[in-house]
């Protein structure tokens, strides 16, 4: 489904959701397309995945060379329109697994991020916001993981009970939670 149809169905669940999406709403109704690319220096669109396993226990999570802190995957869309196809890319490229039920047909979360600046590949990228589509999805912990060196630095299943101990960027706390605690 295409990004616009996705954000317009979104039924916001408190007031960053509803403040977020009235904000993302405006900025593509300006630029429907050019937000879709990195190109946009101040903002563009990125879709992200929260993984439970079956029991509902464990998060997977990517330890991120850049934050250096556990996070959830996801990526920029690059072009990309169909959201959840790109959180479904990131999700195997980042952690290795390939087998991921979807809970649900659309995004259970969106949130505006403020990236600060910081060097990637060599280069300098500016402080800018990611307009941002979260999606969960259900894993096997059996599959094998693989590291995406040039991006994380370790794959792994957390206790979602313990997320403070191994998320070291404490303002996604609060997101990580009201994610996990709308899905399990």
């Given at each position: 489904m295409h990004y616009t149809d996705e954000l317009l169905r979104f039924v916001p669940r408190n007031d960053q959701e509803r403040n977020d999406k009235t904000a993302m709403l405006s900025a593509v109704s300006k630029d429907p397309e050019g937000?879709?690319?990195?190109?946009?220096?101040?903002?563009?669109?990125?879709?992200?995945?929260?993984?439970?396993?079956?029991?509902?226990?464990?998060?997977l999570m990517?330890?991120?060379?850049?934050?250096?802190s556990?996070?959830?995957?996801?990526?920029?869309?690059?072009?990309?329109?169909?959201?959840?196809?790109?959180?479904?890319?990131?999700?195997?490229?980042?952690?290795g697994i390939q087998t991921l039920t979807p809970i649900?047909?659309?995004?259970?979360?969106?949130?505006?991020l403020h990236v600060l600046p910081h060097m990637?590949?060599?280069?300098?990228?500016?402080?800018?916001?990611h307009f941002n589509l979260t999606y969960a999805f259900i894993g096997d912990e059996n599959e094998p993981l693989r590291v995406k060196?040039?991006?994380?630095a370790r794959v792994g299943w957390l206790p979602i009970d313990e997320l403070e101990k191994f998320v070291s960027e404490p303002f996604m706390i609060p997101i990580y939670k009201k994610i996990l605690a709308r899905i399990i």
């Open positions: 937000i879709l690319l990195r190109d946009n220096l101040l903002m563009h669109m990125t879709a992200s995945s929260i993984i439970v396993n079956k029991e509902k226990t464990k998060t990517a330890y991120h060379n850049i934050y250096n556990w996070a959830w995957t996801g990526g920029h869309a690059d072009g990309e329109s169909d959201m959840m196809r790109l959180a479904l890319r990131e999700a195997r490229e980042e952690t649900g047909d659309a995004p259970v979360s969106i949130e505006i990637k590949r060599g280069k300098y990228v500016g402080m800018h916001l060196e040039d991006e994380n």
